[in-house]
């Protein structure tokens, strides 16, 4: 989506942590989300975080939300070669979805 | 079945013809929504259905795309005399209720692979 926008591609060692960056324009947004898509599969739901909301973290997932600058970022502690995939964030408005273009991921040994 | 389902899975068709996406939601979810996913355009919303209400289509690109909804369950999603840039991945979700809510969580399917050659 037009105004979603993340970083193409990032690289990470396994074992060390990933962060996946993402920003977006819409002030109304009451929920954003993280995304997972693996090769030939559809997107799994990570997390949401309510647009009031600074942080929420989930076992090795953490959201940081940044709202004056409209900024969101997910934070993947002790990367796995299973976390490798496309990362989408998302903001929701009403029941409509607006992702960005997705981050892939690739964790090297 | 426990999650959403979409066939078929991988559809190449002659560009001008008609083809039919088929959606399979989760059991009981009264929302039902269309994504497409294209590598110039990422994820885009097409169309939305929730229970008797009027479907909110001011996602479909143009009038060759329409899609139904029988019976509150299965959608699909038709697109006429297909063009080249309708290849995508059409994605399909569903959720409990009306989908406003955080905890209104869209379950996707696996998707169908479109290629117009």
């Known amino acids: 989506g037009e105004d979603v926008e993340q970083s193409l591609f990032l690289s990470v060692r396994e074992g060390d942590s990933s962060v996946i960056n993402c920003t977006y324009t819409d002030s109304s947004s009451t929920y954003l989300y993280w995304y997972k898509q693996e090769p030939g599969a559809g997107l799994q739901l990570l997390t949401y975080?309510?647009?009031?909301?600074d942080m929420k973290q989930d076992q090795r997932l953490t959201v940081l939300l940044n709202k004056k600058d409209k900024h969101l970022s997910l934070r993947i502690a002790d990367t796995q070669t299973g976390d490798s995939a496309i990362y989408f964030c998302?903001?929701?408005?009403?029941?409509?979805?607006?992702f960005g273009a997705g981050t892939t991921v690739t964790v090297r040994a | 079945g426990a999650g959403v389902s979409q066939s078929p899975s991988n559809k190449v068709t002659e560009k001008g013809k008609d083809v039919e996406l088929r959606c399979d939601p989760i059991?009981?979810?009264?929302?039902l929504y269309w994504y497409r996913q294209s590598l110039g355009q990422g994820l885009e919303f097409l169309i939305y259905f929730q229970g008797n209400s009027a479907p909110d289509k001011s996602g479909l690109p143009s009038d060759r795309f329409s899609a139904e909804r029988t019976g509150g369950s299965v959608s699909t999603l038709t697109i006429q005399r297909t063009q080249q840039e309708d290849s995508a991945v059409y994605l399909c979700?569903?959720?409990?209720?009306?989908?406003?809510?955080?905890?209104?969580?869209?379950?996707f399917g696996p998707g169908t692979r479109l290629t117009v050659l």
């Open positions: 975080i309510f647009s009031n909301m």
């Open positions: 059991s009981g979810h009264t929302a």
């Open positions: 979700a569903s959720s409990l209720l009306t989908g406003t809510t955080s905890t209104d969580t869209q379950y």
């Open positions: 998302a903001e929701k408005n009403d029941y409509k979805l607006s």
